[in-house]
């Protein structure tokens, strides 16, 4: 299986951006989704997770009421829509994809939130 992420660059303080992360050679709707990122010097944190189906979602606190994930499983595509951007959101964001003892991981991409 295979995820590949884009939709990363640079963006001000308060900005917007929406990532996505499209799957191929893996059966996209079995599994749940997730983003995480990792800044520089720091662990790689969970940022907000979807069920396979879409039907719930959880959020790290940080970005709760700011971040929002969605999936279309026509597409194999999930999404995180990211608004009201800080300079601590900075990192490389990655998407992952689980499925009883399958995990796939994309190569990340870089959000920087600077002036």
């Known amino acids: 299986g295979q995820l590949v992420e884009s939709g990363g660059g640079l963006v001000q303080p308060g900005g917007s951006l929406r990532l996505s992360c499209t799957a191929s050679?893996?059966?996209?709707?079995?599994?749940?989704m997730k983003w995480y990122r990792q800044a520089p010097g720091k662990e790689r944190e969970l940022v907000a997770g979807?069920?396979?189906?879409?039907?719930?979602?959880n959020y790290a606190d940080s970005v709760k009421g700011r971040f929002t994930i969605s999936r279309d499983n026509a597409k194999n595509t999930v999404y995180l829509q990211m608004n009201s951007l800080k300079p601590e959101d900075t990192g490389v964001y990655y998407c992952?994809?689980?499925?009883?003892?399958?995990?796939?991981w994309g190569q990340g991409t870089q959000v920087t939130v600077s002036l």
């Open positions: 979807i069920t396979s189906a879409g039907d719930s979602t």
């Open positions: 992952n994809g689980i499925y009883s003892w399958f995990n796939y």
């Open positions: 050679r893996f059966t996209f709707s079995h599994y749940d």
